[in-house]
């Protein structure tokens, strides 16, 4: 395990040097700023809420994205977070961030979680809106790693938490396949 934790801080020191630059610095603290609290997520659950007053199929879908958020926050903010209780890697390896601090502990990443988990219930309703939704929480975890506010295996386990707690709660609340092929209806 000790490898790994190695590999960890060296990925990040790695990254701090070869890609830093002033332009990306400004773009991955916009894109990692979308995830703050999961507030573009539960932004659109709420929006698909309100659609679904006129289309009862968005409220289901609003539902179904709103109750991924929730059950991630759950697993992984509640959970994993205080029990693994990891130290930050800006505090553990002494670099400075372009962000303010973050209170809570790093792993896992849930700004990676939560994109995933909104990815995950967005791919169930669309193929191709899910598609860019992944491509969205992609980036989102490499924004947390650019920034160094988190491991890499941090941003992976967020990323597999996500996606499960998503497929989970889309087995107890599933999409109608015939009802939902497109988010356009």
């Known amino acids: 395990m000790e490898w790994l934790l190695e590999m ?15 332009i990306l610095d ?4 916009f894109i990692s700023a979308l995830g703050d609290g999961g507030f573009l997520f539960i932004a659109l659950g ?9 289309h009862k199929i968005w409220q289901k879908r609003g539902l179904l994205l709103l109750f991924s958020l929730a059950a991630n926050a759950l697993v992984c903010n509640l959970l994993l977070k205080p029990l693994v209780n ?19 502990p790093s792993f896992p990443s849930g700004h990676t979680s939560a994109s ?8 169930a309703m669309d193929k191709r809106w899910g ?12 924004s947390r790693l650019y920034l160094g506010v988190h491991f ?3 941003v992976v386990a967020g990323a597999v938490i996500g996606v499960l707690v998503a497929k ?3 087995r107890v609340f599933p999409m109608d396949e015939n009802k939902t092929s497109d988010l356009s209806k």
């Open 8 to 22: 960890d801080g060296q990925f990040l020191l790695w990254l701090k040097e070869t890609c830093a630059n002033p």
């Open 116 to 123: 995933f988990a909104a990815a995950t219930a967005i791919y």
């Open 131 to 142: 598609v860019a939704a992944y491509a969205f929480a992609a980036l989102m975890g490499f």
């Open 46 to 54: 709420l929006l698909f809420l309100l659609m679904g007053l006129k």
């Open 152 to 154: 890499p295996t941090d």
């Open 26 to 29: 400004n773009i991955m603290i």
């Open 168 to 170: 989970s709660v889309q």
């Open 86 to 104: 990891r130290t930050r890697p800006y505090d553990l390896l002494g670099y400075d961030i372009l962000i303010p601090p973050v209170g809570d």
